[in-house]
Nanobody, 125 residues
């Protein structure tokens, strides 16, 4: 079992930066792939980024490359999402997720068996 708790969301203005955190417990954190997804009102959940167990390899949604950065600190059991130059269209609930079944940095939400409760990010124009 893996428990995930996100934090760091909030209300910001367009152009601002925000860093989300997700702390895991219950299973050796360095043993699984982590991902971030987001869900905007009226839209399907979409992939944001994923990171390998070591943190060396990452995968991003094409539309977010260059603005968002995923990282992890295995000593702190925490994965981060640094979001820069935020836009109103980045407004969504952001979820972290754990993929314990494979090493693939997949964008498919069905590959992630554990999810946090989500944290709201609202970007005003």
């Amino acid at each position: 079992q893996v428990q995930l708790v996100e934090s760091g969301g909030g209300l910001v203005q367009a152009g601002d930066s925000l860093r989300l955190s997700c702390t895991a417990s219950g299973r050796a954190f360095s043993g699984y792939v982590m991902g971030w997804f987001r869900e905007a009102p009226g839209k399907e959940r979409e992939f944001v980024a994923a990171i390998s167990r070591s943190g060396i390899t990452t995968n991003y949604a094409d539309s977010l490359k260059g603005r968002f950065t995923i990282s992890r600190d295995n000593a702190k059991n925490t994965v981060y999402l640094q979001m820069n130059s935020l836009k109103p269209e980045d407004t969504a609930v952001y979820y972290c997720a754990a993929n314990i079944a494979s090493l693939a940095l997949t964008a498919s939400s069905s590959s992630y068996g554990y999810w946090g409760q989500g944290t709201q990010v609202t970007v005003s124009s």
